[in-house]
């Protein structure tokens, strides 16, 4: 038991540690899932219940309903067997009409007299019960006299039916006669010729002798216009059957006066609880009641999927709510989770950028939520940060600086000056020109490159300082390479930093050169492109391939020291140190095309 414990502590611990190394977006979206699953079960619960409830109702309402029809059926029938009492309450003082009635049976021939005793009856049943389809006086051989409500009858004995066997024996009890087609009746063809009956046996008091047959007939019209008020779903179907599975009234007229289908009589009626059937792939609810009067017994058929319709409707409708209601949980989670997610991200990618020492980032978010309070905190801390290492920064520059003022002094420049002045003289009295102007040119290289007054010089100072030092080349190489420098003069009078393009045209000479002796190009042009001032070299040499030039840009960045050239990377160093990392150089390459080398640098 205690080892249970222990491994149930342990499973528990291990899923809170792993809830808790979740992304947020997964967080979101398990909660989610167990807020559907929520209101799915909700929604099942509750529809469940409400189908339940309707069902109920629906059965207590069918209930009530079958009681009323059977209660109007049983006091119709109780009223068709008093009247059919009718024959012995005629003239019963001198008792003339079971007088006829016994010769009439006696001869077969209806005498003058019961013919009006007769009319007089129908009349008078007629107008009792006007639901009365029609009625028959038979003899006991099956002769006699009838009158049908809007209609004829031909000829017709029923000595040889059961039921007026059965009511002869009967002693003068009232039977009751299942549907039947009443036969040769010329009436309306659109109108229903079935028929229910009451048959009673007419006895003469004296005799204490059945002398004929009385029927009365009510038309199955009369059972549909009651079972009307019944109906609550158009496809229902009710069904009056007598205690021997006979059909006296269905609603499907095709099953009136045939046998009840076995698969519904032979259900448990007995039970207490509603019966679920399935005849002919539809799903019924069924309820019944039985008369003690009759015997009948009343069916009510009920369509699920019509008793359920609107709550079918209602749970299509939940279910059509629910999903929208996911559809749009699940885009506004989307949408919180970026917010908060994106945000985060962002500082995780800047926190990289600081990783590799570039403190110039800075977050945007306007935004007063945490996650705002985090960017805003986030972008002091680099700007501190950076600060404090431009300050020591700082401090080693102008330590470098110091040495190297140290280092011109203990050089003495003018000494450097002097000297060089002085070659350039003795070439000239020498008449060795060449000599005397790469003397005076070597002369103004050094002054402007150890002069520490002017950091910031003109764009045409830089330029004057590139003649001279491509003087030097050209003389120093005899020509092999052609040299062209072409700048606009809109740029000319802007100030940048000195010493940028010299170190460049120098690599051009020595790398990008090499292996060239003669045809060799190198054009430096000068212009303007969107605010920014923009300087190229290019060269025709040997290039280099893309794995080579990729390392060479990342190398002159400080992202390795696969090189050991320092110019380009110091020029480039200088550059972003002085106007930041949106400015600098950039090589671009093409093996045994040549190299372009573009340098950018704010006006």
């Known amino acids: 038991m205690t080892s249970n414990k222990r491994k149930l502590k342990l499973l528990l611990a291990f899923n809170r540690i792993r809830l808790k190394n979740m992304p947020i977006l997964m967080k979101l979206s398990l909660i989610m899932v167990v807020v559907f699953l929520l209101m799915a079960i909700l929604s099942y619960v509750t529809f469940t219940i409400f189908l339940n409830d309707k069902k109920s109702s629906t059965l207590t309402v069918i209930k009530q309903s079958n009681l009323q029809t059977l209660e109007k059926v049983d006091d119709y029938i109780k009223d068709i067997e008093n009247i059919t009492k009718l024959p012995l309450t005629i003239k019963d003082k001198d008792l003339s009409y079971l007088t006829e009635m016994d010769e009439f049976n006696a001869s077969g021939n209806e005498s003058f007299a019961l013919q009006k005793m007769n009319l007089q009856m129908f009349n008078d049943l007629f107008s009792y019960k006007d639901q009365i389809h029609s009625v028959f006086v038979y003899n006991l051989h099956g002769v006699g006299d009838y009158k049908i409500k809007g209609g004829l009858y031909k000829n017709f004995n029923p000595i040889n039916e059961q039921w007026f066997k059965d009511s002869i024996s009967n002693a003068g009890k009232p039977l009751i006669i299942s549907s039947f087609k009443l036969p040769f009746i010329s009436d309306n063809a659109s109108k229903s010729d079935y028929v229910f009956s009451i048959a009673r046996g007419i006895s003469n008091l004296k005799s204490n002798k059945i002398v004929g047959i009385m029927t009365v007939n009510t038309s199955v019209d009369f059972l549909s216009n009651i079972c009307k008020h019944m109906v609550i779903t158009p496809n229902q179907r009710i069904i009056i059957e007598d205690n021997i599975g006979n059909v006296i009234y269905d609603t499907k007229e095709e099953n009136v006066s045939q046998k009840l289908d076995d698969s519904i009589r032979n259900i448990n009626w007995d039970s207490q609880k509603p019966n679920n059937l399935n005849v ?196 120093r190489f005899q020509n092999m390479y052609n040299i062209t420098t072409r700048v606009d003069e809109a740029i000319l009078d802007n100030k940048i930093i000195k010493l940028i393009l010299q170190p460049v045209v120098e690599n051009a000479i020595y790398h990008g050169m090499q292996n060239t002796r003669s045809g060799g190009k190198i054009d430096v042009l000068g212009y303007e492109k969107n605010s920014i001032l923009v300087f190229e070299v290019i060269d025709n040499g040997a290039g280099m391939e893309a794995e080579k030039l990729l390392s060479l840009n990342e190398y002159i960045n400080e992202l390795n020291d696969s090189f050991k050239s320092i110019g380009l990377r110091n020029v480039n160093k200088r550059i972003k140190l002085n106007y930041g990392n949106n400015y600098g150089i950039k090589i671009f390459s093409t093996l045994g095309l040549g190299t372009r080398v573009e340098i950018k640098l704010p006006i």
């Open 280 to 475: 002919n792939g539809q799903n019924l609810l069924a309820s019944t009641e039985y008369s003690t009067v009759t015997g009948w017994r009343i069916i009510n058929l009920v369509p699920t999927n019509e008793l359920y319709k609107d709550i079918n409707k209602l749970k299509n409708l939940t279910v059509a709510i629910t999903i929208i209601i996911i559809l749009i949980t699940t885009l506004l989670m989307f949408l919180i989770s970026n917010q908060i997610a994106s945000p985060i991200k962002k500082l995780v990618t800047l926190l990289n950028v600081i990783e590799k020492g570039d403190f110039n980032v800075k977050i945007k978010l306007s935004r007063k939520d945490e996650i705002g309070n985090l960017a805003k905190s986030f972008n002091s801390m680099t700007r501190k940060v950076k600060n404090l290492i431009d300050e020591v920064y700082l401090d080693k520059i102008k330590q470098t600086e110091l040495e190297l003022h140290m280092l011109q002094n203990q050089i003495n420049p003018h000494f450097l000056y002097n000297t060089l002045e002085s070659i350039s003289m003795m070439a000239t009295i020498n008449d060795d020109e060449k000599t005397s102007e790469m003397a005076s040119a070597l002369g103004t290289i050094l002054r402007y490159g150890i002069d520490q007054k002017n950091v910031h010089v003109f764009v045409k100072e830089e330029i004057n300082n590139l003649e001279n030092y491509i003087m030097l080349q050209k003389c």
